[in-house]
Nanobody, 124 residues
Framework: QVRLVESGGGLVQAGGSLRLSCAAS????????AVWFRQAPGKEREFVAA????????NYADSVKGRFTISRDNAKNTVYLQMNTLNPEDTGVYYC?????????????????WGQGTHVTVSS
């Protein structure tokens, strides 16, 4: 049984940093594409970042490029999202997702497995 568990969310002031973690069981992240999505209140879920299984290449939404970094620790079977220079527009529920056939695209239907989400609130 596959399970993804996010952690690391919380309340932070604008300009601050958080690191989110996504721990997997039942799958091996090194052979899956892993992504982060987020959903702000009243808005649709949107793509944030992806890390691919073959070469660990990454891609980011324009809104977070240069501020967020996605990474993977194969030994811990965990994917991270380091978020720096946070602003109130980054507030939302952050979800980790994975798929063995995924390409790291921005469509959420591409990913089979999802975590329950972790809340991030950035105050101004």
């Amino acid at each position: 049984q596959v399970r993804l568990v996010e952690s690391g969310g919380g309340l932070v002031q604008a300009g601050g940093s958080l690191r989110l973690s996504c721990a997997a069981s039942g799958l091996t992240f090194s052979v899956y594409v892993a992504v982060w999505f987020r959903q702000a209140p009243g808005k649709e879920r949107e793509f944030v970042a992806a890390i691919r299984r073959t070469d660990s290449s990454t891609n980011y939404a324009d809104s977070v490029k240069g501020r967020f970094t996605i990474s993977r620790d194969n030994a811990k079977n965990t994917v991270y999202l380091q978020m720096n220079t946070l602003n109130p527009e980054d507030t939302g529920v952050y979800y980790c997702a994975a798929d063995v056939y995924g390409l790291g695209g921005a469509g959420d239907r591409e990913y089979e497995y999802w975590g329950q989400g972790t809340h991030v609130t950035v105050s101004s």
